[in-house]
């Protein structure tokens, strides 16, 4: 039997429409979410990510405000345009696009950013208070997967989760959340030697690697969750980690690409701005 299809566009649609209505009691009170996204370079793939960042803020209604930057602006121009929006009253979440051009420090930007308006939640504060519970902007594809979970149903809790990749941006802060939600996590990357028999032993089996065919059926235990957070292009068209075709015959879920964690990652930003303005007002 085929495996079911978790839809994260419909998921993502599902909390867009729950962030409207947030939105519009915020207007209510002549407050309007202001989301900074900076670009710095011309990578293809990081200007189609703004874009769709772009066109979910116009469409929710938020302040949105692009700084598309040339690859050789300095570190400094980066980090003084970071300085006057942690002050902008209007914005209230920062998103720098990673990866950044070689000669800017990513640690050092990142860390520029007001942890209040850390929407990717990468800031060391937002990943500390992350790493033992306390509240935080968590960032937004690993989040994004959690509430895929959740939302289709899946018990977390007892299972054994296995992540492979161990990214800042989502294996490693992928593997803290499922262990937050109680499951037994392993993490395999690389150098994990044995992966086709750790993979195995899943219940929910979480691809984040960025390489096709990382995941073979006989890798998948029958009936196994399996979020696929790879995007990659293989002749033009976007697949993600797993062989889909002949996973989604052994899997009990499986999310496609496009149309899976994509539009999850997207949202959870626009979730993590409001999440932002909330927080904002509370401390008034
Ligand atoms: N590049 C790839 N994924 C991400 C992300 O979630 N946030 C940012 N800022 N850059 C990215």
């Known amino acids: 039997m085929s495996a079911q299809i978790i839809s994260g566009k419909e998921i993502a649609s599902q909390i867009?429409?729950?962030?409207?209505?947030?939105?519009?009691?915020?207007e209510k009170k002549g407050i309007q979410p202001g989301l900074a996204v900076i670009l710095v370079g011309d990578d293809p793939a990081s200007h189609s990510y703004v874009k769709g960042?772009?066109?979910?803020?116009?469409?929710?209604?938020?302040?949105?405000?692009?700084h598309r930057l040339d690859t050789d602006t300095s570190e400094e121009e980066v980090l003084s345009l970071i300085r006057e929006l942690n002050q902008d009253s209007k914005i209230h979440?920062?998103?720098?696009?990673?990866?950044?051009?070689?000669?800017?420090?990513?640690?050092?930007?990142?860390?520029?950013?007001?942890?209040?308006?850390?929407?990717d939640g990468f800031h060391p504060e937002n990943v500390g208070n992350m790493y033992i519970g306390l509240p935080a902007y968590l960032p937004c594809t690993p989040h994004g997967v959690i509430q895929m979970l959740i939302r289709s149903g899946v018990q977390i809790e007892g299972k054994h989760a296995v992540v492979i990749g161990r990214s800042n941006i989502v294996g490693k802060p992928m593997a803290q959340l499922l262990l937050n939600q109680n499951a037994t996590v392993t993490i395999c990357h690389s150098r994990t030697p044995n992966l086709a028999e750790i993979t195995k032993q899943a219940d929910i089996l979480i691809p984040a690697v960025g390489r096709a065919g990382t995941v073979t059926a006989d890798m998948v235990k029958p009936g196994a969750v399996v979020i696929d957070v790879g995007v990659n292009r293989v002749d033009g068209k976007l697949v993600g980690d797993c062989a889909f075709a002949e996973v989604k015959e052994v899997a009990g879920?499986?999310?496609?690409?496009?149309?899976?964690?994509?539009?999850?990652?997207?949202?959870?930003?626009?979730?993590?701005?409001?999440?932002?303005v909330k927080r904002h007002n509370s401390n008034r």
């Open 16 to 26: 867009r429409e729950e962030l409207k209505t947030e939105v519009e009691q915020l």
């Open 253 to 276: 879920m499986i999310t496609p690409v496009p149309g899976g964690v994509g539009p999850m990652t997207i949202t959870m930003l626009m979730y993590n701005t409001v999440e932002s």
């Open 93 to 119: 979440g920062i998103l720098v696009q990673l990866p950044l051009p070689k000669h800017i420090s990513e640690k050092k930007v990142i860390q520029s950013i007001d942890p209040a308006k850390d929407v």
């Open 53 to 66: 960042k772009e066109k979910a803020s116009i469409e929710l209604n938020f302040y949105s405000v692009i």
